[in-house]
Antibody, heavy 119, light 108 residues
Framework: QVQVVQSGAAVKKPGASVKVSCKTS????????IHWVRQAPGQGPEWMGW????????SYAQKFQGRVSMTRDTSISTADLELSRLRSDDTAVYYC????????????WGQGTMVRVSS | DNVLTQSPGTLSLSPGETATLSCRAS???????LAWYQQKPGQAPRLLIY???GRATGIPDRFGGSGSETDFTLTISGLEPEDFAVYYC?????????FGGGTKVEIK
């Protein structure tokens, strides 16, 4: 049974960085892509990028280039998202989601991590 | 980016009725890689439909997807109480993947 558990909520000040973790189990971690999607309050989801856990290759949305880093640790089946230079409009729920391919729908999602950016 | 526009913004229906949700893309969706998700408050989105018309694992057959290129539809035949939620379309055929703004299906 596939399980995806994300790290807990965070409150950060503008300009700081945040790291969100996505721990998986119940499947072959290197075999599936992990996407990161965020959702601001009252808004639709927004794709941030993906990481291929097998190769470490990443693809980031242009909007986040230079501020985002996606990494993985295959030994503990965990993927991390780090977002730097936080602004108030980065306040959102951040989700990791798993797919078979880079261009694929997301059948399995983490529970979400609330990140609030406030001075 | 391929912008997805969903309509209507809100749909007020009674249980047992049929809901018809629209998703229009600003560019043709590559390979009709269009998905539909359901989201309830405090929960992650749940995949309903992939590749425009494929039903995801465990999804009841009252949920149906159709359409191609730039115009797609999600039909929910015979609304059940648990179907009242927000629905999002997503195109994943080109990068960046994009989502629509959502349609809320509420109880009339």
């Amino acid at each position: 049974q596939v399980q995806v558990v994300q790290s807990g909520a965070a409150v950060k000040k503008p300009g700081a960085s945040v790291k969100v973790s996505c721990k998986t189990s119940g499947y072959i971690f290197p075999g599936y892509y992990i996407h990161w999607v965020r959702q601001a309050p009252g808004q639709g989801p927004e794709w941030m990028g993906w990481i291929n856990p097998k190769s470490g290759d990443t693809s980031y949305a242009q909007k986040f280039q230079g501020r985002v880093s996606m990494t993985r640790d295959t030994s503990i089946s965990t993927a991390d998202l780090e977002l730097s230079r936080l602004r108030s409009d980065d306040t959102a729920v951040y989700y990791c989601a798993i797919s078979d391919y880079a261009f694929d729908a997301y059948e399995i999602w983490g529970q979400g991590t609330m990140v609030r950016v406030s001075s | 980016d391929n912008v997805l526009t969903q309509s209507p913004g809100t749909l007020s229906l009674s249980p047992g009725e049929t809901a018809t949700l629209s998703c229009r893309a600003s560019q043709s969706v590559t390979s009709n890689y269009l998905a539909w998700y359901q989201q309830k408050p405090g929960q992650a989105p749940r995949l309903l439909i992939y590749a425009a018309s494929g039903r995801a694992t465990g999804i009841p057959d009252r949920f149906g997807g159709s359409g191609s290129e730039t115009d797609f539809t999600l039909t929910i035949s015979g609304l059940e109480p648990e179907d009242f939620a927000v629905y999002y379309c997503q195109q994943y055929g080109s990068s960046p993947a994009t989502f629509g703004g959502g349609t809320k299906v509420e109880i009339k």
